[in-house]
């Protein structure tokens, strides 16, 4: 999907937001920061939950802007990228028989994911020209096995973002689940 997005974007001109593409360069400070970190020899395997320091600054910083305390060494990951960690979430928390819903279009990466850990990918699908939920339809698929609901604000691919009525039906979902 991705080759087909980047030549759709390329051939009519648009802004290809489908990967990291950016249309900009790279800031003059990142590079040279880039270069000294090589240079100083920190070019190896990070931790595979991170390096710790950032992990500890995360921490700190969810604390001071947040008021959350989160333990940096069993509560915090760093992942080389979302579709890492939206993965590793899905496997962590679906077992085989469990029911996803996810809302169509989606990144799709979240259905074989799913089906990955054995799952059920439920779609709903987000109607134009909004893409809002239909939040009677979602309550209408949950059962006993729905074990996950994947949400997205902005949505990918729509860049539709729910707003607080969308937050409070979906409390309102799920509260007694």
């Known amino acids: 999907i991705f080759s087909t997005m980047t030549a759709l974007a390329h051939r009519l001109g648009a802004l290809n937001l ?10 003059q400070a ?21 390096i710790l320091g950032l992990r500890e600054q995360l921490a700190l910083q969810f604390q001071q802007r947040d008021q959350i305390q989160l333990d940096p060494v ?12 939206i993965f590793c ?12 819903i996810i809302f169509d279009p989606s990144y799709d990466s979240y259905g074989p994911s799913v089906e990955l850990a054995g799952g059920k990918a439920v779609h709903i699908p987000l109607q134009a020209p909004d893409f809002k939920v ?4 979602v309550k209408d698929l949950i059962n006993d096995k729905t ?9 990918n691919p729509t860049g539709t973002i729910w707003d607080k009525q969308d937050w409070l039906e ?8």
């Not at 990142?30 to 991170?50: C, F, I, K, R, V």
């Not at 990951?77 to 960690?85: E, H, K, L, N, S």
């Not at 409390?171 to 689940?177: A, F, N, R, S």
């Open 30 to 50: 990142l590079l040279e920061a880039l270069s000294q970190a090589t240079l100083a020899g920190h070019n190896q395997y990070p931790p595979g939950d991170g």
């Open 170 to 177: 979906l409390i309102e979902l799920i509260q007694d689940k």
């Open 89 to 100: 979430a899905i496997q962590a928390c679906i077992n085989a028989g469990d029911e996803v």
């Open 147 to 155: 074990r996950m609901i994947v949400v997205n604000t902005p949505h």
């Open 74 to 85: 069993t509560q915090i990951t760093i992942t080389p990228g979302a579709t890492i960690a």
């Open 134 to 137: 239909n939040w009677q339809q």
């Open 18 to 27: 489908s990967q990291g593409f950016p249309d900009f360069p790279a800031p």
